[in-house]
């Protein structure tokens, strides 16, 4: 079960932030603090898995951009981290192959869609990127009729 | 919209309201809409799932959806209800299978493909949805076996998401009932994982083999290369993840390098978190599998030491625990707690190293009560050294409370004590409270060096501390109360209900005075515990019977019920305590001395009245049944104590009738007949009570005269069987039996020597233990009250003369033998026996013990010759009984700390309570001191003195007996002879 999905610059500033289970605010900054911490620390030979406290991170890195996903001990770590992947693939669709930090600031409400989209209460719930993208291009026809 | 904003954020309030709309959508046309339904559904499952339990068969449809999102949208409703409850789906492991076979054989739709794999993420969480089902049961697993199969062929794609697959997979394999095909596979797998240069795919392989080696751990050896290589890598997640490996095939021969491993990680993580884990499973390991004590003490030493006072409290308890409570071998113990002395003595010697404050608190315990072990002098300097770190300022004033106690507990044992004093003066005057207060308490124990040494004794660690819950130590002062007028305790109910009665109207009666007094009482036992007061209440009686009827009810009951089935808890207190019940069975050997004082009167009675009887023979022919009852009424006041006596009596004089009978009928002449056939008539008449009696008097009379012998025999004989049976023993009597050999003519008259002490105490059957030519040798236990005596009677069968006979006894641990003084006697002569008496005394209960011996003997050649022999002595030899009012019972049940309970069946010809109580009574020399309803008392004592009570209770045909005694194993050897008996008869 997910946790936390994260979206990181390289100065550990965060971008996006979605709890799955409650964590009070204050803890959370602590927490982010923490974990982008651990995981700026690793070298890219290093494995993607870390384990902290009693969850373990798995995190993914593009370009300037980090993602970490904290989850419980009965996930699949390889399977999450594939379905980071997958998560970047369709911001790239709907996006059109730019995916940088400038889009997803400036966008934060459909990255939001989108992840709402695929994670539900922790599980991952779609994957078809057609899917996926289907609720917010009806969105984006309302608004530009 | 709307659905998804339902699916995240809800209140489980609103459910009822918007259930109904929801559920109409999951007919709806556009199958996104489904989707989010059952996406809402499940929120409503996750927040409240007993609201949408009538929803099931929906569920199922929508698993049976056309459209593949909705489909993989209830599988996570599946997953969570499987997971709760597996049994109640296994009926769709078939829907489930074909749905992955479709999956995995690329049915879907391609736009679910991610990089070319058909919906990975699908197949995942189908896998776990098979795993969880197919566990533990073969049937359902046997469905799975091909597409898993298929699912293991199929992900051989260079893919990551194909390698989430496989692993999946690989976990569902060994999940469900195992198929060595599939394993087989599996294992390959996880070869592949291992060996893959990958990081990522080398650290799910290592996940993999974690899970797979609890089953199957042969997979580790074929890649232990790998792992060690694992071990070095320096990537700290992948050796933490080796290391737990590792963790999981530790075994007794590998523990020292694994744990060695897990230090050396430990000195260099710094997370907290990792800490506490690892080192409690070091901890866990040390404990499990340590080789040696140097090993484990040294190990738990690095542990305290890194893992400081993060720690899981539960360590250093255990640690504690281990070293208190010790193995099952005494010497390895000590050894292991002076090797833990001596290492902490070390550590301290080390100056300016600071150890963490739980490492200190477990040094300071292991010190102040082990340090006995170490000399004499050594005490000092551990005092010293504690003082030391008193002094210091690093340590939480937890700790040094710790070290004052640890001070404490060695004071006793030092000689000089300067930096006692010194401490003492300093921490009096301390500004912590509890550190004032300890010191204080050391400084008046320190006064009173003999109140100390009984408060800390050595080595008494691991012995339980009992409290005395039943406050029986105020009984005496709640009696007093109770005789001056004072109510008894009454339970906080029954105060409510008479304060109740009392508000409905004014009462005059007396106990409305005394009524206020009641809480004075009530606060000598503020647990609530009525039991103590009501204890003593017995005692006083009278006293309580003057408050009211209604208390009368409660005394009453106070026998069957509270005071007789004490809780638990109910142990004696101290040790102090102890000598009481001793005293009380003293008392009771006094008792019985002032019987025994009463029986031998009684017999000098009938020895004055020897003449009398001898004239009364003639008597009892006409007077008959009077007279006899003259004589037994004198005898009457003695004979309900000999009466269980007798009666094993007559088992030996049974025996020996038939050789008497020899004797008898030459002696016998026609009168002699006549008696004894009047006799027997008035004997018709009487019942069993009084022909027991009869036979306790002839016992009486027997050493007297030879020439009353045979009718007395004949007499005992006749008691012992029933009325019905008296035409058969007259016959007996003139038929002498044929089995008339010299030796029992011997016995005949060796036994009326003997007869003097026997007819005292009971005695056993002559046991023939040895012989040969020259000598034979029989043994005979006699029942004293006080101890049993073990005769041996050593019978010269040459007709030579032996010049000396010894006997000796090989000394064994278990008894104490002591021999009785009046048998020495030099000069055998032939076909004469000689007598030696040894008293034997248990020195600790058992069950059976043998005892050893020779005959030493010279005949008149002057051959010395030897002759081995050995008898066997079971605890009922030593069993007596003891005799006790249901009151004293009741106050030695208190005080007993061990007790065993066993239920045993009856047999139905037993069932009653009283005939079963009979037979223990006859068989184990029980005491039966009180019947009450279905319930029974019974008390016996182990010699000298151990007392043991027993309560048995009857139902149906079960009886329940439960066991108490100061002995912690007379218990269970006499519920063992209870059970042969009960089960036996």
């Not at chain 2, 993999?208 to 290369?225: F, K, S």
């Not at chain 2, 050893?852 to 007596?880: H, K, M, P, W």
Request: hydrophobic letters at 40%; proline letters at 4%.
């Amino acid at each position: 079960m997910i946790k936390f999905f994260l979206m990181v610059n390289k100065q550990g500033q965060t971008r996006l932030s979605k709890y799955y289970e409650h964590v009070e605010i204050n803890k959370r900054t602590l927490l982010e603090t923490e974990v982008i911490k651990s995981c700026l620390s690793r070298s890219n030979e290093q494995c993607s898995f870390i384990e902290y406290k009693d969850f373990k991170l798995i995190y993914r890195q593009y370009a300037a951009l980090f993602i970490v996903v904290g989850v419980n001990d009965t996930e699949n770590e390889m399977a999450i981290y594939e379905f980071i992947h997958n998560f970047v693939e369709v911001l790239d669709e709907y996006f059109s192959r730019v995916v940088s930090l400038f889009n997803i600031m400036f966008n934060l409400d459909k990255v939001h869609i989108i992840l709402d989209e695929m994670v539900l209460n922790g599980c991952i719930v779609e994957t078809n990127r057609t899917r996926i993208l289907a609720p917010l291009l009806i969105l984006d026809k309302m608004s530009e009729s | 919209m709307a659905l998804t904003i339902v699916s995240q954020i809800f209140p489980r309030e609103m459910i009822p309201a918007v259930l109904p709309l929801i559920e109409d959508k999951l007919q709806h046309s556009k199958e996104i809409i489904r989707r989010k339904a059952v996406l809402a559904l499940y929120k409503f499952h996750l927040i409240a799932p007993n609201q949408v339990q009538h929803i099931h068969v929906k569920f199922r449809k929508a698993l049976c959806d056309r459209d593949v999102g909705v489909m993989a949208a209830s599988l996570h409703i599946y997953f969570r209800m499987i997971k709760e409850n597996s049994s109640g789906y296994k009926d769709l492991t078939g829907s489930f299978v074909t749905i992955l076979k479709q999956v995995v054989g690329g049915k879907l739709p391609v736009d679910f493909n991610y990089h070319s794999v058909p919906a990975p993420w699908l197949q995942i969480q189908l896998l776990r949805i098979l795993g969880l089902l197919g566990k533990d049961d073969q049937r359902t697993s046997e469905l799975m076996y091909d597409v898993l199969d298929e699912s293991l062929r199929r992900a051989e794609l260079n893919h990551n998401v194909t390698y989430a697959i496989l692993f999946e997979c690989v976990h569902t394999v060994y999940s469900i009932y195992p198929k060595s095909e599939l394993l087989e596979k599996a294992a390959k797998c996880i070869g592949k994982f291992v060996l893959s240069p990958k990081i990522n795919l080398k650290y799910l392989g290592l996940k993999a083999l974690t899970y797979v080696i609890q089953q199957d751990p042969t997979l580790a050896l074929q890649h232990q290369m790998t792992i060690i290589e694992c071990l070095d890598h320096p990537d700290p997640i992948i050796k933490r993840e080796t290391l737990e490996l590792l963790y999981r095939i530790t075994n007794t021969q590998n523990v020292t390098v694994i744990v060695q491993k897990m230090l050396d990680y430990l000195h260099q993580s710094k997370e907290e978190y990792i800490i506490v884990n690892l080192v409690g499973k070091i901890a866990e390991l040390a404990e499990k599998y340590a080789p040696d004590n140097a090993w484990f003490i040294q190990t738990m030493n690095a542990v305290f030491s890194v893992g400081g006072d993060v720690i899981h409290p539960d360590i250093p308890n255990n640690f504690l625990r281990l070293l208190a409570e010790g193995f099952d071998d005494e010497a390895e113990d000590q050894q292991l707690r002076l090797y833990a002395v001596q290492s902490y003595l070390t550590l301290l010697d080390v100056e300016n190293v600071f150890y963490p404050q739980r490492f200190l608190q477990v040094m300071s315990w292991v010190l102040g009560e082990y340090s006995y072990l170490l000399d004499k002098e050594m005490t000092e300097e551990v005092i010293t050294k504690l003082y030391r770190l008193l002094m210091s300022d690093s340590i939480s004033s937890e700790t040094k409370a710790w070290l004052i106690a640890a001070v404490t507990k060695l004071t006793p044992q030092a000689h000089s004590s300067n930096i006692v004093e010194k401490l003492i003066q300093e921490f009096t005057v301390s500004l912590d409270t509890c550190m004032r207060q300890h010191a204080f308490e050391l400084k008046h124990l320190h006064e009173n060096m003999e109140l100390m040494k009984s408060l800390l004794p050595v080595d008494k660690s691991c012995e339980d501390m009992m409290v005395d819950a039943s406050l029986s130590f105020l009984d005496g002062f709640v009696a007093e109360g109770l005789s001056q007028g004072a109510a008894p305790y009454k339970p906080h109910h029954q105060r409510q209900e008479e304060k109740l009665s009392q508000e409905k109207g004014l009462n005059f009666e007396p106990y409305g005075l005394s009524f206020s007094s009641s809480g004075f009482t009530g606060r000598q036992s503020p647990a609530g515990i009525s039991l103590g007061s009501d204890v003593s209440g017995n005692s006083a009686d009278t006293g309580l019977k003057e408050t009211s009827s209604l208390k009368l009810e409660g005394i009453k009951k106070l026998w069957g019920k509270e005071g007789y089935l004490p809780k638990k808890e109910n142990k004696t207190g101290d040790e102090t305590e102890a000598p009481v019940p001793q005293e009380t069975t003293i008392m009771e050997n006094v008792d019985q001395a002032v019987t025994k004082k009463d029986q031998s009167q009684v017999l000098t009675q009938t020895k004055e009245e020897k003449e009398k009887q001898l004239l009364a023979s003639s008597l009892f022919v006409g007077l008959g049944s009077e007279s006899s009852v003259n004589l037994l009424g004198k005898a009457d006041t003695v004979s309900h104590k000999f009466r269980r006596k007798s009666k094993v009596k007559e088992s030996k004089s049974e025996e020996t009738t038939s050789g008497y009978n020899v004797t008898c009928s030459s002696f016998s002449s026609l009168p002699n007949v006549a008696y004894e056939e009047d006799y027997l008539n008035t004997l018709q008449d009487r019942g069993d009570k009084e022909l027991k009696k009869f036979s306790l008097s002839s016992e009486l009379l027997d050493p007297e005269s030879l020439t009353e012998l045979p009718l007395v025999e004949k007499l005992s004989n006749c008691s012992l069987s029933t009325p019905s049976l008296f035409a058969d023993n007259n016959m007996e009597i003139f038929h002498p039996s044929p089995c008339t050999t010299v030796s029992f003519a011997k016995e005949i008259s060796l036994a009326s020597s003997l007869l003097d002490e026997t007819a005292e105490s009971l005695n056993s059957d002559c046991m023939e233990i040895c012989d040969n030519e020259t000598i034979s040798v029989s043994s005979h236990k006699i029942y004293k009250d006080d101890c049993l005596l073990v005769v041996w009677l050593v019978t010269n069968k040459s007709s030579t003369e032996l010049k000396s006979a010894n006997l000796e006894i090989f000394p064994t641990e278990n008894f104490k033998i002591t021999e009785q003084p009046e048998c020495c006697l030099s000069i055998t002569e032939a076909e004469n026996t000689k007598i030696f008496q040894y008293s034997v005394q248990m020195e600790k209960p058992f069950m059976q013990g043998n005892l050893c011996g020779f005959v030493n003997y010279q005949t008149v050649d002057t051959l010395s010759a030897q002759l081995e022999f050995s008898v066997n002595l079971s605890l009922l030899d030593f069993i007596r009984p003891l005799k006790i009012s249901t009151e004293d019972f009741g106050k030695l049940w208190l005080t007993f700390a061990n007790d065993v309970k066993q239920n045993v069946k009856m047999s139905d010809s037993q069932a009653a309570l009283p005939s079963t109580l009979e037979t223990l009574e006859q068989k184990l020399r029980l005491h039966v001191v009180d019947i009450i309803g279905n319930e029974g008392l019974l008390a016996c004592q182990l010699l000298p003195s151990t007392p043991c009570l027993v309560h048995c209770r009857v139902y149906a045909d079960i009886l329940a007996l439960w066991f108490r005694s100061s002995c912690s194993t007379l218990p269970d050897y006499l519920l063992y002879q209870c059970q042969k008996v009960i089960e036996g008869s």
